[in-house]
């Protein structure tokens, strides 16, 4: 590691980015009683975020690249931090999901860059070990907002613990602007659009992305619905449910580093995205065996299946379809269209389960996971 502050900055603003991502799912129980609201209800607060963090994915890749990935990083957590901050004071649920959408646009501000300035805080040889840690702490903030967050919303309201968090972010975006390195930006550097168009019609950046649509469409399901599911079918307490589900950002801190270094020595992002594809698929179609047993297997193996969101992002930053200072852009196009995923999949279960029930709709989840991930088959050239 070449600079322990740095990296301890931005794992910290990381971490409380994913408190503010989950915590909305722990705490919309109380959310809805407070707003007389349903399950749909909570498809519609978080497709919300998800349009936000996709519509300014490339934007915020495409401001690194100029203005560099720390002033870009830290605007993008003052924003998500601000909005966080006045969604405790809501009246009404459609300012709830105004000032979601406006957090993800906040968080697609820090996360390719953030990605980015992790790297460079380590040696070549050991990035993918530190951006697998860096989505590490993006689950070490799922723990804590699907869990820590329910136990504080009992004990001092949702609205407060929304307060909480939203301070602790903007601690975050202080800890970046005092001790990350400013960015050495070159002043002759212009970007251009043709490296533009070479990033966005590279055919293995858009298979990239289309498997993390897969794999988004799976993990985003169960991280958003799984403790709302808990509390409401299998009636178990908020702080049990919390437990349950935090589970997958548990056993996804895991899997991150280990995956980042499988990827980093056998650089085979094929065969390590389909294997990690078919344990989140199965993870998924579990839960439509009810009970309490089978949903936290389910947490675990999900959790052990997110690994893959950090073999594409080292993939994307492998790939050779434009210069050094378009890695941000690379990695900001492939997570887009796995934000497409989050915009859809929350809203579509949701109406699956007022239809069908959740039985049904965890199975046709699974099995439409399986089939996306499946599309990492299909023979690409890696530098196309």
Not at 114 to 123: D, M, P, Q, S
Not at 155 to 161: A, C, D, E, N, P
Not at 267 to 283: D, E, I, T
Not at 340 to 368: C, E, K, M, R
Request: hydrophobic share 55%; aromatic share 14%.
């Amino acid at each position: 590691m070449i600079d322990r502050e740095a990296y301890t900055s931005l794992f910290f603003s990381r971490t409380i980015y994913a408190v503010n991502w989950y915590n909305i799912a722990a705490l919309f129980a109380f959310i809805a009683y407070d707003f007389n609201l349903n399950v749909s209800g909570l498809g519609i607060a978080t497709a919300c975020l998800y349009v936000g963090v996709g519509l300014f994915q490339v934007p915020g890749g495409i401001i690194a690249a100029k203005y560099g990935s720390r002033n870009t990083a830290i605007i993008g957590v003052l924003i998500a931090s601000i909005a966080v901050t006045l969604t405790a004071f809501t009246a009404e649920f459609y300012q709830l999901v105004l000032l979601r959408f406006i957090v993800g646009v906040g968080s697609a501000l820090f996360f390719a860059p953030g990605v980015t300035l992790i790297a460079r805080t380590f040696r070549r040889d050991s990035q993918g070990f530190g951006v697998g840690t860096f989505q590490s702490a993006y689950y070490v903030g799922g723990v804590l907002g699907l869990f820590a967050w329910s136990v504080l919303a009992e004990m001092i309201g949702w609205r407060f613990s929304l307060i909480t968090s939203g301070l602790l972010g903007l601690l975050g975006c202080l800890l970046i602007f005092v001790k990350v390195p400013k960015d050495e930006l070159r002043s002759d550097f212009v970007v251009k659009g043709e490296d533009l168009r070479k990033i966005l019609s590279n055919r293995w950046l858009v298979l990239l992305s289309l498997e993390l649509f897969a794999f988004g469409s799976g993990t985003f399901i169960i991280s958003s619905f799984m403790v709302y599911y808990l509390e409401q079918a299998l009636h178990l307490s908020p702080s049990l449910a919390g437990i349950i589900g935090s589970l997958t950002p548990l056993c996804a801190m895991a899997s991150s580093p280990l995956c980042g270094m499988l990827y980093a020595k056998t650089k085979n992002a094929r065969l390590l995205l389909f294997s990690l594809g078919v344990l989140l698929a199965f993870a998924v179609a579990l839960d439509a065996i009810v009970g309490v047993a089978f949903a936290i297997v389910s947490a675990i193996l999900a959790g052990f299946g997110s690994g893959a969101f950090t073999v594409g992002y080292l993939a994307a930053r492998d790939s050779m379809a434009a210069s050094a200072e378009y890695e941000s852009v690379a990695v900001s196009w492939v997570n887009t269209i796995q934000m497409l995923a989050g915009f859809l999949s929350p809203i579509v279960f949701s109406l699956l389960v007022l239809s069908f029930g959740y039985g049904f709709s965890w199975l046709a989840s699974g099995v439409y996971t399986l089939v996306l991930i499946s599309m990492i088959l299909y023979p690409v050239n890696t530098n196309q």
